[in-house]
């Protein structure tokens, strides 16, 4: 099996196990009908990020006993089990934070082990196209499972039946993952980044690093995308409005900016195009926070939060492997992976509540602010790049 159709299949089981992630924007509506509030969905995703970053921190214990590749067959498995304890539940209880810690888990080896295995079967120079279109297949397997949510709901069924079904397609992405296993480890190359232990001392050294802004920079992205999207549901039923269209402009909007620009992205001023993108960003959570029922004004929101996240993510994230230092390049991704997870899985517990409290008009305008700082970081290393250069 060829380099080319490895990747294939490769982002082909990338899609089918990322649409479990999206599953986790349509928490607030199955939570509901069996009367739990967001706070509840809050706390259980607390545990997701627990476990999350435990997963991550032991990853590379893990990895050296299985192997990188089977360590993501199994997370497959992790995700699928979560997926149908979801659909089954009627109440709130152990068993839904159980649920919550399997998909931690299993999200966690996935979401830290994929780039990794693609920097073992890919040169350098290849990297930010390759992680950007990584990113598109992700993007539309977890932008696109709420939209098939949605639809089935209009269609009569229960928001448990797309969580069953996408359990399906998690095992069906290990199988394939599977498949490709020896291919994997045909083509790897040694100057490629393994799976090492993550100990103590490698996460100080890379917080020393170049790299920490654009962790930093990734922990509020990923937690102003957990403010923006995982109450989106919440935001669009508030304000009658389909959330649906949300997710279907948001996930067109980054696929075809992504796609478009995967080549060049970045050029010679990575910092600079991010502080522009975050710009558009922040000016997102902004036009969302309009108090009114506009679907233009909505769709608007979804398309600049598209361009602004969706487009920036994938730069952040070669820019966190090209500031590595080449022996810190594996703990280098797990740390970035980290601060990733805290915000996406553990603000929507600060979101849940502040929702629950005051609202989602003071958790947008938290996000705006979170937005604005990270805007603030890439202008300030563009500047700092731009006098040394």
């Not at 979804?302 to 920036?312: Q, T």
Request: with cysteine; charged share 10%.
């Amino acid at each position: 099996m060829n380099l080319r159709l490895t990747l294939a299949l490769f982002f082909i089981a990338t899609f089918l196990q990322s649409g479990s992630y999206g599953l986790t924007f349509l928490l607030p509506p199955l939570f509901e009908s069996f009367g739990a509030v967001e706070k509840d969905v809050g706390s259980v995703l607390a545990f997701t990020a627990a476990s999350t970053i435990v997963t991550v921190i032991f990853l590379g214990y893990i990895t050296a006993s299985i192997g990188r590749v089977t360590s993501v067959v199994l997370s497959s498995t992790f995700i699928s089990t979560s997926l149908f304890i979801f659909a089954a539940t009627d109440t709130m209880g152990p068993i839904v934070f159980g649920a919550g810690i399997l998909l931690g888990i299993g999200w966690g080896a996935f979401y830290v082990l994929t780039p990794i295995i693609l920097t073992q079967i890919t040169e350098q120079d290849q990297r930010i196209r390759i992680f950007t279109l990584l990113s598109v297949f992700i993007m539309a397997g977890f932008g696109l499972s709420p939209v098939a949510g949605a639809i089935l709901e209009k269609a009569g069924y229960g928001t448990w039946v797309i969580f069953k079904i996408f359990g399906f397609l998690c095992l069906i992405s290990g199988g394939v993952f599977l498949l490709i296993m020896p291919s994997i480890a045909k083509l790897s190359s040694a100057s490629g980044a393994t799976a090492d232990k993550l100990t103590w001392v490698d996460m100080i050294k890379v917080l020393r690093s170049r790299a920490v802004r654009t962790i930093i920079m990734i922990g509020l992205g990923a937690s102003v995308f957990a403010s923006v999207t995982n109450f989106q549901t919440v935001y669009a039923a508030e304000r009658g409005l389909d959330y649906s269209i949300y997710f279907l402009t948001y996930t067109i909007t980054v696929i075809i900016c992504r796609v478009a620009f995967a080549s060049f992205l970045g050029g010679k001023a990575p910092f600079g195009v991010m502080a522009c993108l975050l710009a558009i960003m922040t000016l997102s959570t902004l036009v969302l926070l309009y108090p009114g029922t506009n679907t233009a004004l909505y769709t608007l929101g979804a398309i600049l939060f598209g361009i602004g996240y969706g487009v920036s993510y994938p730069i952040i994230k070669a820019m966190a492997a090209n500031d590595a230092e080449p022996h810190l390049m594996s703990a280098t991704l797990q740390v970035f992976g980290l601060s990733y997870f805290i915000g996406v899985f553990g603000f929507p517990f600060v979101g849940g509540w502040i929702i629950s409290t005051v609202g989602i008009a003071p958790l947008l305008a938290v996000a705006a602010l979170l937005a604005f700082i990270e805007f603030s970081l890439a202008l300030h290393r563009y500047r700092r790049d731009k006098r040394t250069a």
